[in-house]
T-cell receptor, first 114, second 114 residues
């Protein structure tokens, strides 16, 4: 079945530095979503990518969907303490049914050092 | 407006007892999802509904787990004859229309089986 993998599992970042987290699927995806979960909180939607090669930006966050629609990345520039949390990617396997289930990766836990 | 509401917030039960976890989705949301999240892990898909129809229950671990959404709104996840390995955070999410739209998560039910 479909598997979604994220690397790295942990990311320690100095405040002000940049970093990237990666998401890879074992199958072609129809779309991919990214969520952020603060410590003690629940996952909160950040963005959805649908098109091959799509790039979207939200302030200091840049999201990219791979050309083959099997991988994605999240790049954060000038990390701030507010970026602390776990970032999950979640993909829907490309099937004839566009209302399929969303499979989450294990997440990248981000710790920011002031 | 109101978000996804889950109850109870915490549930402690003895091994062998049945538990029922409730989810009240955002009004008007067609799709409802149940996930289970272990500490430090991503949400693990259990089952999902479109309206009252259970579309996919492939993630339910075994036949002790069942879910229903009889009127296409509130959903109940039932675990019979609970075991210690069932201890986890159970999260419900709803979306306006399948995975074409963002999932909105509730605060979850923390289940502890003693």
């Amino acid at each position: 079945g479909q598997q979604v993998m994220q690397i790295p599992q942990y990311q320690h970042v100095q405040e002000g530095e940049d970093f990237t987290t990666y998401c890879n699927s074992s199958t072609t995806l129809s779309n991919i979503q990214w969520y952020k979960q603060r410590p003690g909180g629940h996952p909160v939607f950040l963005i959805q990518l649908v098109k091959s090669g799509e790039v979207k930006k939200q302030k200091r966050l840049t999201f990219q969907f791979g050309e083959a629609k099997k991988n994605s990345s999240l790049h954060i520039t000038a990390t701030q303490t507010t970026d602390v949390g776990t970032y999950f990617c979640a993909g829907q396997e490309k099937t004839t049914d566009s209302w399929g289930k969303l499979q989450f990766g294990a997440g990248t836990q981000v710790v920011v050092t002031p | 407006g109101a978000g996804v509401s889950q109850s109870p917030r915490y549930k402690v039960t003895k091994r062998g007892q049945d538990v029922a976890l409730r989810c009240d989705p955002i009004s008007g949301h067609v799709s409802l999802y149940w996930y289970r999240q272990a500490l430090g892990q991503g949400p693990e898909f259990l089952t999902y509904f479109n309206y009252e129809a259970q579309q996919d229950k492939s993630g339910l671990p075994n036949d002790r787990f069942s879910a229903e959404r009889p009127e296409g709104s509130i959903s109940t996840l039932t675990i019979q004859r609970t075991e210690q390995r069932d201890s986890a955070m159970y999260r419900c999410a709803s979306s306006y229309r399948g995975t074409d739209s963002p999932l909105h998560f509730g605060n979850g039910t923390r289940l502890t089986v003693t």
